[in-house]
């Protein structure tokens, strides 16, 4: 039988802390510089040394991003997880694995490659610091014999991962060479399932990047000038990388000054409220966090959302309830967040689907702030946040910020004092604001969470309120046709999708399989909340539109069923994944498939 | 017709006063306002330079009474300090002042009223320090004496914070107590805290004069006129003002504050050199032991960096940088895109 080209997932299962995490990347970035497309997903524990650990490496010629449940190729290097592992092969699969762990009698229809990672490592590797580390790379040159990816490379590979530390080049290629000699002496009469074959061009031009990464890069292009944090997975990677890209383009050279403040709270509360002070003092800010972050900041997004001030909130959603699956994805924060706080409280929500959409809604969401003069949530979640994607290189940004409606000495000259801090002048909603430091006598006023007038002062009056109140809902029924508008594919199908976020690429797998299947199916990925008008249109186009989404509750679903008209509601069904895996593409087209069962 | 009296910049005390108060009548708090206005005033601060920021609670409301023109920002229970910290950041030209009550920095606020001093965040904060919630009618603050006796007849069992100690501990820059009746010695203390480089905490004793304005407590005005125990007469020149002091050798100590100002402290009672931490935290102690609030400056860093200075930020506002400053160059930012492929 002909092997299957340049298709197969890889699972690579180690114990955390071991250093496997370099080799699975030297692996990654070897099959793509070879221009094959790769899809890696890191499944760790909340742990820092010693817990099992999987990487899980989608190769697809297709370039399908989403999770694929079933494992082709099998590296096992933890005894604890060995038989569990072992289960999760596809019949006819091949398994690498330390020579020690049993294989005879565990299961007759996998190919086994015994390897004696122990004794290599002792014999072939000469730094006893680096060993354990190193043992790790010789699994890669096992896999890369295996599969036939070509030593150079492997070399690439090791470069890219290694970029900065040149000197560990020599070591790492040494240690692959150890496991190709390994493979060339035992395995190489034994041909697998499966096998790559480099494409010239297929992947040229584009880039790997994760989503936090992507949203800091986006935060700096977008002019944040101050950011405040308190450590969570899966978010403290964005102000990691956010204080990495400060170093590089926020630092004078010769003077060491910055042109950023990053400030490591204490916690949530004070990291919220560091970011709040200061877009209500004239930056642009930001803090990232998740769930239990989120818990904390309800507190201060409501003050924000009651006293107008723009701040830039970075979700990096988690499993939750509570502690939850701190190292597991989730799209469960949806509902919490668009109505973060107590009271009548509603925010502006977007959704990245892409890291080049974390890189793009990451600057968005700041003029959206300061337009808005409102708290902007951008939800995006570990599997987008915390893994490697291919993505198109990111664009330079031609637009200037947007500050916002901010009224400067010279407008205050013209009004001659007659201006009110929370005055709809332009009908929209949207109020005229100064910032503190306005060199001018009518500048000032009183910010609060309290009761307050179109001039700022402190009142209970009942008319006031509720004219208020009126007023931050025109607001925001406004932000739908200015935040990130749906994205539609229409085939003229009588079946629709909704999805957002990370689904997104489950989804778009899914589609193909039932189109394959004869059931085409269109789709609408939406971008942000308020829902854009366009989702209505969508709906009442289709008979039925399936909502998929990341979470146990269907939030998605509730948000839709309160803003969409009532006759469109019943239009609406289910898909729903919760266990804290990245959802597959299996996971949207198997239920679809069930439900239309019943309903055809 | 006689001329107006003016500051330094020219504006009259006028311009310091805010809107009428809506606490109760003879509040401390009250005349907290009415020493900042003359502290703010005689300093000559530029209105508009001036962030007024606040937690919730009675002493909360004061900054509406005080500077109008000026921007405040009445924020959340005990967040002051992070709204503060983030204002600042913004714009390091702002004279950030923080009013805060005992639940606020005892209780709600007091991770985060560490924290800012910690940080040593560039901000005057004020702790209107009444030892009682007064706008939920009554319940003991984390400051409220023990064995003191609520109104309705229960009793506070559990031992104090002092917001002074605390700020001595976590190595605060300028740590201050007065009373809200001593002008005298309030307003030099004020003006010092402002000129201050630094997180400068003044923890003011303020009767509640509906709530704990009663014998027994510490906070109330008789008892305070009668075990107040001043540590220094202090006098503050600002650094626009020639300095003449009647020198007294032995007993004055001038310190030098960061702008030019100086603080100058004549010996009352004790000879507390108040840049000596260890002495100031043990006179705490003991003035507590014999059931005594001690008042005046009881430590000062003038050395010490503050934190936008530690930070390296720059000089310019960072509200004001714009995209050519903020976004990387267009090379660089292909370069970059490289380095991923």
Redesign the interface.
Known sequence: MDPIVNDLTILAATVNGSGSQSANLVLTRAIFSMGIPVAPKNVFPSNIEGLPTWYDLRVSARGYQARRAQHDLLIARNPQTWTHDLAAVVAGGAVVHDDVFLASGVREDVEYFPVPFGRLGKTRIASDSLRKQLTNMIYVGVVAGLLGIPFDNLVTGIERTL?TKPKAWPVNIDAVRVGYGYWEENFSDRPISHVLRPVVGGTD?????DGNQAAA?GC??G????A?WYPITPSSSLCESLTGYAD????DPE???????I?Q???E?????????????????MTATSGPGISLMA??AG?AYY?EVPVVVFDIQRLGPSTGLPTRTSQGDLGFAYRLGHGDTRHLVLLPGTAEECYEFAQRAFDLADRFQTPVLVLSDLDLGMNLWMSR??D??EA??DRGKVLTVDDLERLEGDWARYRDVDGDGIPYR?????????????????GHDDRAR?TESPEAYQANMDRLARKHRGARTAVPGPVTVSGGSALGLIAFGSTHHAVVEARDELAARGLPVDYLRLRALPIAPEVADFVAAHERVYVVEQNRDGQLLEILSEELPAELVARLRSIRHYDGQPIAAAAVAAPLLALEAVCV | MSALAVNRIGLAREAYKGGPSTLCAGCGHNSITNHIIKALYDLGV????L?K?SGIGCSSKT??YFV?????????HG?M???????????R??VVLGVSGDGDSASIGL??FM?LMRRNVDCTYIIEDNGTYGLTKGQFSATADVDSVHKKGAVNHYQPIDPCAVALSVGSTFVARSFSGDGKQLVPLLKAAVAHRGTAVLDIISPCVTFNDHDGSTRSYSWVKDNDEGIHDLSFIPYFEEIRVEYEAGEVKEVDLYDGSTLVLRKLSEDHDPTDRLAAMRLLEESRTRGQLLTGLLYVDEHAEDF?TR?????Q???????A????A?E???S??R???
């Open positions: 970029a031009g584009l880039i790997l990047v890069l700096v292009m002019g944040c000038t101050v405040a590089r383009f926020r630092t003077t060491g000054e910055r042109r950023i403040a400030v709270a204490e916690d509360l004070a990291a919220a409220g560091m970011a709040i002070g200061a877009g209500w003092a004239g930056a642009r800010a507190e201060f003050l006293a290189p990111f330079y940004p200037p910020f100064t910032w503190p430091g306005t060199p001018h006598p009518n500048a000032g006023y009183f910010t609060r969470g309290s402190y | 530029e209105p508009h330079r962030a920021l900054p509406a109008e023109q000026a921007h405040g920002f009445n924020g959340l967040r300090p992070a709204l503060a910290t983030g204002a600042g950041l913004a714009n030209e702002l991770g985060q924290h936008a930070e390296r930020l720059a000089e506002p960072l509200r004001d940088l714009g995209e400053d903020l976004r990387p267009r660089q930012f292909a970059l895109m380095e991923l492929m």
